[in-house]
């Protein structure tokens, strides 16, 4: 199992530009998250997806949109990017009444706009 | 979801215990304390979770107190691999746990 998989790994963005982060997982995952992680910061929640079919708004969802194309991919669109918004990106999934319901994350996806 | 406080930093000996602090004083009856971990830029790892009990895994030991307000993640012989930002997080299991991080306590082990 490849576990939670992100691309790219790294983008370089110019202010205004749009794009889309990917997020897959193979672990048969109910919810998926999407974060962001400022340098010196902890991670913070910008939308997540309880299950296939519905999306709901984290903490800083201003400026994001997502899609859950299906149960396993969920992505995140950058319509009009910002400097405020280099950050690194990470993407989890959770098996909702899983043993431990723990978050699995990916590795991250490191994003800069100038 | 409740607030957590910890220790920014903390230092530990290699092969020593790390014992790592968290109170949580405003938890509700129904929400767990989780803890997670992350090395370098890594995405963040999950160690250990628990609701009012002590618990232990292959990783770690969780010590909650009675009143539940605090807890300490124990690493009972810390090796280098250890180095990392430790999440203490409390959260109410459901079908969708919304994570909340603080910035964490940043562990360094040394030889």
């Known amino acids: 199992n490849a576990g939670v998989t992100q691309t790219p790994k790294f983008q370089v963005l110019k202010t205004g530009q749009s794009m889309t982060l990917q997020c897959a997982q193979d672990?048969?995952?109910?919810?998926m998250y999407w974060y962001r992680q400022d340098p010196g910061m902890g991670l913070r929640l910008i939308y997540y997806s309880a299950s296939e079919g519905t999306t709901d708004k984290g903490e800083v969802p201003n400026g994001y949109n997502v899609s859950r194309l299906n149960k396993r991919e969920f992505s995140l669109r950058l319509e009009s990017a910002a400097p405020s918004q280099t950050s690194v990106y990470f993407c989890?999934?959770?098996?909702?009444?899983?043993?431990?319901?723990?978050?699995?994350f990916g590795p991250g996806t490191r994003l800069t706009v100038l | 979801d409740a607030k957590t406080t910890q220790p920014t930093s903390m230092d530990c000996a290699e092969g020593r215990a790390a014992n790592l602090p968290c109170n949580h004083s405003?938890?509700?009856?129904?929400?767990?304390v989780y803890w997670y971990r992350q090395i370098h830029s890594q995405g963040p790892q999950y160690i250990i979770h628990g609701l009012k009990n002590n618990e232990t895994n292959e990783m770690a030991s969780l010590i909650i107190t009675e009143d539940r307000k605090s807890s300490t993640l124990i690493l009972p012989h810390a090796t280098l691999r250890d180095t990392a930002v430790y999440y203490c997080?409390?959260?109410?299991?459901?079908?969708?746990?919304?994570?909340?991080f603080g910035t964490g306590t940043r562990l360094q082990v040394t030889l």
């Open positions: 672990m048969n995952h109910n919810s």
């Open positions: 989890a999934g959770q098996l909702a009444g899983g043993i431990d319901n723990e978050q699995f």
């Open positions: 997080i409390v959260t109410s299991t459901g079908t969708a746990s919304k994570l909340t």
């Open positions: 405003t938890i509700s009856g129904n929400e767990y």
